[in-house]
């Protein structure tokens, strides 16, 4: 398995894991449910070590594809400073939520953990979605705006009145 494919094999684990963690610690919050709360942390520690092997793989991964036809090196250049920040984010969720799946034993610890991990969560949630979303887009221009599919489109376009201009020449 080269890069490319172990990065769009691996790319949907920490982004699930992060949004299901994060819903189910806002569900713990308002249930008062300890075990979902553990259970959280474990998604949320899991989602940050996932992370990691997904990001790492990002660099090869972009220099297997940016040079294929539509694909646009402005939309791989926001994947990866979207993705840097939530590697950041969802690694440091992860540290907190293992802090705090540990932390049970103190009340006031626990409280003050567990708030901070939401927090962390959020921004990871928001982060995960916006590269994911961004992801998406190097490879299915029909969820890009019209300025991205502008810009990766140029290359193709490029291409095209070449073709048009050797037909006209065999003409």
């Known amino acids: 398995m ?8 691996l790319t949907h684990v920490p982004v699930i894991l992060s949004i299901t963690g994060l819903l189910m610690l806002i569900i713990s919050f308002i249930i008062k449910n300890a075990t979902l709360t553990k259970t959280s942390y474990i998604l ?7 992370a990691i092997p997904v990001y790492l793989t990002g660099e090869e991964t972009e220099e297997a594809i940016e040079h294929l036809p539509g694909v646009s090196e402005n939309i791989i250049s926001k994947h990866e400073d979207v993705a840097k920040w ?3 984010s969802v690694v440091a969720a992860g540290i907190a939520a293992l802090f705090a799946f540990f932390s049970f034993k103190w009340l006031a610890v626990s ?3 567990k708030v901070l991990v939401l927090v962390l969560s959020l921004t990871t949630g928001g982060l995960m979605v916006q590269t994911a979303h961004l992801g998406g887009q190097i490879r299915h221009s029909e969820i890009r705006s019209g300025a991205a599919v502008q810009d990766g489109n140029e290359n193709a376009s490029t291409q095209n009145a070449g073709e048009k201009k050797s037909e006209k020449d065999d003409d």
């Open 86 to 88: 939530a590697m950041i």
């Open 44 to 50: 949320i520690i899991i989602a940050g070590i996932a």
């Open 2 to 9: 080269n890069s490319a494919q172990m990065h769009l094999a």
């Open 111 to 113: 409280k003050v953990s």
